[in-house]
């Protein structure tokens, strides 16, 4: 089992920025490929930003490119998502999620095993 939990979430004004952090326990860090989604009220959960394992390859929904930018720490075991020039309809609950890295860097490929409980970001205009 993995355990995951994010953090960092707030209510700030549209231009401004945070960092949402996901702490990760129970089995080596390395062996998950990260990602992080976002559900808003009424709509589906959706893909935000990934992470391989190694940290040397990511990707991103084209809404948030330029603004957003995922990292990882493995010494750490966390996993971050800085978003800036956030706007009102990047309101929604951030998740972060992990998938076992045999299933490679092809985002639909992955399987996202394990979620963290979600950490609220609301951006006011």
């Known amino acids: 089992q993995v355990q995951l939990v994010e953090s960092g979430g707030g209510l700030v004004q549209a231009g401004d920025s945070l960092r949402l952090s996901c702490a990760a326990s129970g089995r080596p860090f390395t062996r998950y490929n990260m990602g992080w989604f976002r559900q808003a009220p009424g709509t589906e959960r959706e893909f935000v930003a990934f992470i391989k394992w190694s940290g040397d390859f990511t990707d991103y929904l084209d809404s948030v490119k330029g603004r957003f930018t995922i990292s990882r720490d493995n010494a750490k075991n966390t996993v971050y998502l800085q978003m800036n020039s956030l706007k009102p309809e990047d309101t929604a609950v951030y998740y972060c999620?992990?998938?076992?890295?045999?299933?490679?860097?092809?985002?639909?490929?992955?399987?996202?095993?394990?979620w963290g409980q979600g950490t609220q970001v609301t951006i006011s205009s």
């Open positions: 999620a992990a998938a076992p890295s045999t299933y490679g860097v092809i985002l639909k490929n992955q399987v996202w095993e394990y």
